[in-house]
């Protein structure tokens, strides 16, 4: 089997709600709008759902089991340190990420003018051209918790291959 190479999927989700007197980020940005979104960390959709795809891909759980928030060490931490961890894991483990694509689901803010920014960010952290990860972003059409603008959810989906030796 050498020179083979084994190719995984992962998918992740993830949605918060709006809390305000709190930053936004999104993709590791942060993002000039009226509120944050609320959790233990700094609740960046975009980034956890990532997590939570590569974590699935590497058959590694999600990320409430790999940084519980029940550990204090990870309240308000930026979820961008985190993505770096799950990167270092996933390039220990022998596994590089082939593509990204994500999905940010929310009514407001509009993202058209940080979306470049946010693929450039994302990509610096999981050592990746820029080509090889696409964001875009939907909305509800007004419909559900998303479409009355109570908070923004995301998707990820991920292609990681493993090279064997």
Known sequence: MTG????????????????????????????NYKAGLKGHSDADVLIHAL???????M?????????????????????TELLNDVVDIMLDDN?????????LIAQKPKI????????????????IEKSQINLKATTTEGLGFLGRIEGIGAQALVLISESIQ
């Not at 999600?62 to 940084?67: S, V």
């Not at 596994?95 to 999905?103: E, I, R, S």
């Open 4 to 31: 083979e190479t084994k190719m995984r999927v992962g998918i992740g989700f993830d949605v918060h709600k709006f809390q305000k007197d709190t930053p936004l980020y999104l993709g590791g940005v942060k993002i």
């Open 51 to 57: 997590i939570d795809a590569l974590l699935g891909a």
């Open 59 to 79: 058959g590694k759980g999600d990320i409430g089991e790999m940084f519980p928030d029940t550990e204090i060490k990870y309240k308000d931490i930026r979820s």
């Open 95 to 103: 596994y590089k990420l082939v593509n990204a694509d994500l999905v």
């Open 112 to 127: 058209k003018t940080y979306k470049e920014v946010i693929e450039e960010k994302l990509s610096s952290i999981l050592r």
